[in-house]
């Protein structure tokens, strides 16, 4: 008897334990159970006595009434049916719940139903995509003078300044722009370790800083260009610790970096990869998530590919323009290094360092009559880097046919950010950036190209944000305030940011202020604006007022 009342109580202790049975229920049973064992007790007691004296005991219950006992009758306890029905019941209500709930969990996991009416390759590809449509206002400066900026693109585009009916930038006039933006990708799995992507978007000019459409195009289609398309290949060791990413092809910024450097519609192309270190205190990751940024609905910073508590090296090689008829392709050889630190659980600092190396991007003077180094213009630049002639044609000094860089680039850069969560989901970041251009030199840029220029080399950004900064439910929201400085010759004009100061490019400085506030799951309004004026040269100031309707999916 003792062995089934220590068995019953450990089966009820567990079924409280697994939230099976109330504990209040449990502890009612068991009161009522020590009652009627203590009631049977007596009456065994009783019966035992009377036997010994050679009397006998009736036995409880039907027998009993009736009168059909018999002396030495052995009684059994039993539970009443309405105490088992009640018990089932209990139980039944309890599990019903739970039952319920894995088994949609495990479906939901195993894909019940699924894997058995589609092929394998269909699970190995994942769509994805976004669409943005803008308001764009672009307001000069009253004291702006017309005809002081020549548009150097379009002058080369054209074949020389006489080519162009107005060969000058816009400086004076204020205009609106609608504009819209349709990207669609497909990532596909080929193994546990190797995917491959690809990316189409929408494209009114073949732009690496712009995936912009201007609206207004109904006597045409809108052009669509292939954005990215690429292998990436990750090694993670049996931990899930991922060491290793590799790139090739048509590939996103693989930089931690600010719009100073690197515009964020910019993609790269060549070869990338990222090498992880794991150092520190190895949070769970419930507390990593809540440090894992994208760059969802935060147009202006790039985190790169690491996690909280990781030493990393990122390396690069890009041709930038090929050529096969002088022999002299453009590329950019690059190389970061930095930290990414997670401590006391709310407080992560990221920090990299950065050398941007871009070879035979500078101009070069023809030979008088010839068209030897034409090669050296750039394909796409937008405005503000000092620029020299290249052609040497009669009238060139005058009127030149073709200019290009005047500077070499060879770019240093600090990139550093604050991300504090402890007022989770809200976060508060400090981002700053500090650019210095090695490439300039004054005295070979005269001797080469006959230019006397100043030194204009350096470029800075820092930026507060407050909120989410993924945005991606109902009610999310962020807010940032920035400083943007960029002098003439500090980074490339034809990767930096194209929204600031009207065209994009350097030689400019100013603020931006900026929001995003989601109206819908994945759907969010954003408003920026900014205003800039001319670092040197003739006055140029302008505000930009941009309004953005975004949706992911």
């Known amino acids: 008897m003792l ?33 009627k064992a203590a009631a049977e007790a007596k009456a065994e007691a009783r019966l035992e006595a009377e036997q010994s004296a050679g009397g006998s005991v009736k036995p409880e219950g039907k027998d009993a009434a009736s009168g059909k006992g018999e002396k030495g009758t052995v009684r059994v306890t039993y539970v009443p049916d309405f105490v088992k029905d009640e018990i089932r019941a209990e139980v039944r209500k309890e599990l019903k719940d739970e039952v319920v709930k894995e088994v949609k969990a495990n479906a939901k996991q195993e894909k019940w139903g699924v894997p058995a009416a589609l092929p394998d390759w269909v699970n190995r590809f994942k769509l994805f995509g ?8 672009q307001f000069f400066g ?10 150097w693109p379009a002058i080369n585009a054209a074949g020389g300044i006489t080519q162009l009916g107005d060969p000058y930038r816009n400086t004076t006039n204020d205009f609106n722009l609608w504009r819209l933006r349709m990207r669609l990708g497909l990532e596909a799995k080929i193994t546990d370790e190797l995917q491959a ?14 995936t912009n459409q201007v609206m207004g195009q109904y006597g045409t289609g809108y052009q669509v260009q292939l954005d990215r398309a690429f292998l990436q290949y990750d090694y993670l060791d049996d931990k899930g610790q991922d060491w290793l990413t590799l790139w090739a092809g048509r590939m996103a910024n693989p930089w931690f970096s600010t719009d100073n450097t690197f515009d964020p519609d910019l993609n790269f192309e060549g070869f990338s990869g990222t090498f992880r270190f794991p150092f520190g205190h190895d949070y769970n990751p419930e507390v990593i998530a809540y440090h894992v940024v994208s760059t969802a609905g935060r147009q202006q910073f790039n985190w790169g590919y690491t996690k909280p508590n990781e030493a990393y090296l990122t390396l690069g090689a890009f041709p930038l323009e090929q050529d096969t008829l002088f022999g002299a392709s453009k590329y950019l050889w690059a190389a970061q290094g930095g930290m990414d630190y997670l401590f006391n659980r709310n407080n992560r600092f990221k920090i990299g360092v950065a050398y941007y190396d ?22 796409f630049f937008t405005q503000g880097n000092s620029l020299a002639r290249i052609s040497n044609d009669l009238n060139s000094s005058t009127e030149p046919r073709l200019v290009g860089l005047a500077s070499k ?8 950010t604050y991300d504090y969560t402890g007022f989770y989901p809200h976060h508060v970041m400090l981002i700053g950036s500090y650019s210095h251009n090695f490439g300039f030199d004054q005295q070979q840029i005269y001797n080469t190209l ?3 220029l100043q030194p204009r080399t350096n470029a800075f950004e820092a930026r507060f944000e407050v909120g989410e900064p993924n945005i991606q439910q109902f009610g999310d929201w962020n807010v940032w305030l920035a400083y943007k400085y960029l002098e003439a010759d ?21 603020w931006e202020l900026a929001g995003n506030y989601a109206i819908a799951n994945n759907t969010w309004l954003g408003l920026n604006w900014l205003s800039s004026s001319v670092i040197s040269g003739p006055t140029y100031n302008v505000n930009t007022l941009l309004i953005d309707l975004n949706a992911r999916f």
């Open 130 to 137: 976004d669409f943005m449509a803008r308001s764009e206002s």
């Open 450 to 452: 006959g230019e006397n």
């Open 409 to 416: 680039f060879e770019i240093f850069d600090v990139t550093a």
């Open 3 to 35: 062995k089934l009342r220590n068995t019953t109580l450990n089966l009820i202790e567990l079924l409280v334990q697994q939230g099976i049975l109330d504990k209040g229920k449990a502890e009612q049973m068991i009161h009522q159970a020590e009652q």
């Open 490 to 510: 500090s980074v490339l004009d034809a990767f930096t940011d194209s929204n600031f100061h009207a065209y994009g490019g350097t030689n400019a400085k100013g």
């Open 197 to 210: 992507q690809i990316r189409l978007s929408t494209s009114n000019q073949y732009s690496p800083i712009s």
């Open 142 to 151: 009253g004291s702006n003078r017309p005809n002081t900026y020549f548009n």
């Open 358 to 379: 871009y070879n035979n991007t500078q101009a070069r003077r023809d030979p008088l009559g010839s068209t030897k180094y034409d090669w050296t213009a750039p394909r």
